[in-house]
């Protein structure tokens, strides 16, 4: 049975009438934001976030401005800690080892680790992994969530009571916090996704315990899965996935989550907590289960997907807002920052390859590259506009994350897997160099008004 048929519905049918009064109330006239110069999203009209702080952590590279303003296009590059992702990459490819905890490793503490001080940070991560003594029954089936980005959520949250020094906010204290939630994320999820098939989706559970002696990959693929198995590379790509989603600014919603939350003082569990909250909204950690379902519409009325001619025509009247969602979008395409290339999305389009070829899934990835050669000149065309659309990770990652046979409803908590690392290390770059609460300014537009008895009021 659905658990949601075994709790009554509160009968809210009156608030649901009075539903369009507040609607009409909460309306603010768009010409306002212009009026008074609001960065409406924290954004200049040119599309720049608006600087609101400062950074060691990492940066997103997109564009380059000349000494009088004008912004140049440049190949995308995504730094952490002044390093190129890229190269971070290469070194674990060089090396046959997992990279994402070598990059939680830099992400945190700010420098690259040798071999030893790697390898101890490995083993602490795995021996970390296991939940508390109670916590999988207590916390996660006895109260399951059908949201499983809900779930992680209300398991980080619940930490604070497993911890037995959890409002100490000194650096020390933080930083062990978060190596804690850092190993225990992927359980956390695994776990979070096998109550909901159980309670949700009426299907077996499978609680595996995870393995100290593997990567953080090796471990969600083991846990997700009834039989444990998995190959080399599927584990590489996930793992993969896991280093190029790791950061990306402090100027993306939930990593300046963190930095508001952080800025009030409160604990790391509260705080990490927010960050989740901010990614698993649809505009922010979603995107690419926006893709999939572009990606099913496109393949269910294109006949032909090698056909240029074919999904050319296919993808104009998506950008007519006359196919799939009608929103006129093509989703996967362009970025606030990236401009010519996103960096993560063709390491991760280059790695596919390789699985897709291996999984008989060729005709599906060539399919991908050609909406991703044609979408910049069919946009061109069709918004009349010179600006450079570039495809990015959301575009390829969701395809990546189908073909590992991982459900759509894991995508956004996998990139929580990975964000935070970057998460903990913005949160302890606010403890260190903040020092001030944010406290934007908001203008009042309502005009004031004779408050009116409630005897005088009319019906």
Known sequence: MNLVNLYKKTDLSFIEKLSHIAEKNDKIDPELYSKYGVKRGLREEDGKGVLVGLTRVGSVLGYEVSEDGVKKPIPGKLIYRGYDVEELIKDSADNSQFGFEQTAYLLLFGE???????????????????LPPGFTEDMIMKAPSSDIMNKLARGVLASYSYDSNPEDVSAANVLRQCVELLSRFSTLVAYAYQAKRRYYDGKSMYIHNPKPELSTAENFLRLIRRDKEYDRLEAELLDLALILHAEHGGGNNSTFSIHVVSSTD???YSAVAAAVGSLKGRRHGGANIKVMHMMDDIKANVKDWSSEKEVEAYLRKILRKEAFDRTGLIYGQGHAVYTISDPRAILLRDKAKELAESKGFSDEFALYCLIEKLVPKVFAEEKGSDKQICTNVDFFSGFVYSMLNIPRELFTPLFAISRIAGWSAHRLEEIVSGGRIYRPAFKQVEELKEYIPLNKRKE
């Not at 690259?112 to 296991?130: H, M």
């Open 112 to 130: 690259l680790p040798d071999k030893d001080q790697l390898e101890e940070f490995k083993i602490k991560l795995g021996e970390l992994r296991q």
């Open 266 to 268: 409160t604990d790391t």
